[in-house]
């Protein structure tokens, strides 16, 4: 079992539309949770951390369940330029290790 | 400017030669990382280095070599390029806690024929 997993999609939808993903980790002991963007062929870049009382920037909002050991992110009034894959990455606190799931492709659809 | 920037962009080699990409970064992080990432497998780490006299293998190092020149500077060597090194190479930073961020280059398109 991989120690963070992702659906890969692709997620269809049109613009305005809202979406959901979800991410699932499987170490407790998780401290840090982040979504990137990346998107084809370039590097991935920081979309926002996730907070353990959830947080929200403009349209995206990410929620951390460490009873069920998931994070979620979602996207309101998708924008075409929201197409994009969208990795979740977790880390342990004191340790090197920066795990990432194989990302969510999303499609915003005119 | 762009605070971690990767050298080459794109290269293509044949099996068996040399090949050295590198990292800068302007960003004054003490710790640097090296992926690779393949279709399908996600991000893989290939060595990882805490400061310039810390250097650690990822999960993946068998076929590679790293050296830390200078906290700014981290190059990532394929000794004797095989076609399954074939990918896209990138390098990252990564700040401290509390924000605990990566921050990547723009990547190194690598084909091995």
């Known amino acids: 079992r991989k120690e963070v997993e992702q659906d890969p999609g692709p997620f269809n939808v049109p613009e305005g539309a809202t979406v959901a993903f979800n991410c699932t980790y499987s170490n407790s002991a998780s401290q840090s949770f982040f979504w990137y963007r990346q998107d084809c062929r370039k590097e991935p870049k920081l979309l926002m951390s996730?907070?353990?009382s959830g947080n929200e920037d403009g349209r995206f909002t990410a929620q951390l369940n460490r009873a069920s050991q998931y994070i979620s992110l979602l996207i309101r009034d998708s924008k075409l330029s929201d197409s994009a894959t969208y990795l979740c990455v977790v880390s342990r606190a004191g340790t090197y290790k920066y795990i990432f799931g194989t990302g969510t492709r999303l499609k915003v659809l005119a | 400017d762009a605070d971690v920037t990767q050298t080459p962009r794109n290269r293509i080699t044949k099996t068996g030669k040399r090949i050295m990409l590198e990292c800068s970064q302007t960003?004054?992080?003490?710790?640097m990382y090296w992926y690779r990432q393949d279709p399908g497998l996600g991000l893989r780490l290939i060595y990882y280095s805490f400061d310039v006299k810390d250097i650690n293998k990822g999960e993946i190092s068998d076929g590679y070599s790293v050296s830390r020149q200078a906290q700014a500077k981290f190059s990532l060597s394929l000794e004797s390029a095989i076609p399954n090194q074939t990918a896209l190479y990138f390098c990252?930073?990564?700040?401290?806690?509390?924000?605990?961020?990566?921050?990547f280059g723009p990547g190194t398109r690598l084909t091995v024929l």
């Open positions: 996730v907070y353990s």
């Open positions: 990252a930073t990564r700040d401290r806690q509390p924000t605990d961020t990566q921050y």
């Open positions: 960003k004054g992080h003490d710790r």
